[in-house]
């Protein structure tokens, strides 16, 4: 099963994809982690990506497509994408891609969160500066204060969740990544889960609406 999950920043869409990639056995590609976990260790991809991150900005598709195929280009179990596609663009690139390996996007799952509610929960969110782990305050708070449950690193605000950044990448959701979800509703099994609610109800309601 390859599954797509929607949703605005703040949504919960990392602490969902984690969660759900465990239960179903799927593998989580999370483009948004991969790019922080870079950055952290300095790499020559984190360099690349750390403008475009930094100010709200999309990372361009031929760089997200390059990791993706890449990354998974051995890979047989089924895919859970957290953050992307994003544009219709890359919902074509993405759609190309798995039919060249025999397969398909089989669901979408939305986290349908109000802007009030995204910016309230991005104040929060604090990123391993190790691993890329994404923890949330108000909702998912480290075991010890400061330090990542995965790797022992430290967590920290991200860049990007700045005032100025949080308002500018809300608008870039609107304008690039809101028509996937009037797509993907009428082209695909659409699941959509209100985001405002504790994460482990929502996750059973995702697991319970896959399995129907």
Excluded at 12 to 23: F, H, V, W, Y
Excluded at 98 to 125: M, P, Q
């Amino acid at each position: 099963m390859n599954i797509v999950l929607l949703g605005s920043p703040g949504s919960g869409k990392g602490t969902q994809s984690r969660a759900i990639s465990t239960k179903l056995n799927l593998v989580h590609f999370s483009p948004g982690d991969t790019f922080w976990a870079e950055m952290g260790k300095k790499t020559p991809l984190g360099q690349e990506v750390e403008d475009y991150v930094a100010q709200g900005r999309l990372v361009p598709d031929w760089l997200i497509l390059q990791i993706l195929k890449e990354k998974f280009v051995a890979e047989k179990r089924g895919l859970l994408l957290d953050g992307f596609p994003r544009t219709m663009e890359q919902v074509d690139e993405l759609d190309n891609w798995l039919a060249s390996r025999s397969a398909i996007v089989d669901a979408v799952v939305y986290l349908n969160l109000s802007e009030a509610e995204a910016l309230k929960r991005l104040e929060g969110r604090r990123v391993c500066t190790g691993c890329g782990m994404v923890f949330n305050l108000a909702t998912t708070k480290p075991l010890l204060e400061n330090i990542c449950d995965n790797c022992s690193g430290p967590i920290l605000p991200r860049q990007d969740d700045s005032a100025n950044v949080v308002k500018q990448r809300i608008m870039v959701y609107r304008d690039q990544t809101e028509p996937l979800i009037s797509y993907y509703r009428s082209n695909t099994e659409f699941i959509e889960i209100k985001a405002a609610q504790p994460p482990q109800a929502i996750t059973a309601q995702i697991l319970a609406r896959l399995k129907a």
